[in-house]
Nanobody, 127 residues
Framework: QAQLVESGGGLVQAGGSLRLSCAASGRTLSVYAMGWFRQAPGKEREFVGGITRDGRRTSYVDSVKGRFDISRDNANNRMYLQMNSLKPEDTAVYYC????????????????????WGQGIQVTVSS
């Protein structure tokens, strides 16, 4: 079982950038497919993007395509979410998640696919 901890959140102006990190302990990340989710006040948690176990493929929700980029460093048990051109509607609590992946090239996009979750970190984008 992996323990996940997010870092790098905060307050940024619209158009700015932030990079979130997800650090894992307890188990090597290389056996997990990973994902980022977010939850804005009064809204359901939604999939932001995911990355395959081997790091070769990513997938994103349409609203962040071209602005967000997910990467991973299995050797250091970390995953990243680079967020550029941030908009006020990106304001939310962001969560990293992990799921044991039988297939190394599959991106998981559903909340129910993921067994391990971080505690979440606030990202606020001011207009």
């Amino acid at each position: 079982q992996a323990q996940l901890v997010e870092s790098g959140g905060g307050l940024v102006q619209a158009g700015g950038s932030l990079r979130l990190s997800c650090a894992a302990s307890g188990r090597t990340l290389s056996v997990y497919a990973m994902g980022w989710f977010r939850q804005a006040p009064g809204k359901e948690r939604e999939f932001v993007g995911g990355i395959t176990r081997d790091g070769r493929r990513t997938s994103y929700v349409d609203s962040v395509k071209g602005r967000f980029d997910i990467s991973r460093d299995n050797a250091n048990n970390r995953m990243y979410l680079q967020m550029n051109s941030l908009k006020p509607e990106d304001t939310a609590v962001y969560y990293c998640a992990a799921t044991l992946a039988l297939f190394p090239t599959f991106v998981y996009s559903k909340i129910g696919d993921y067994a391990e979750w971080g505690q979440g970190i606030q990202v606020t984008v001011s207009s």
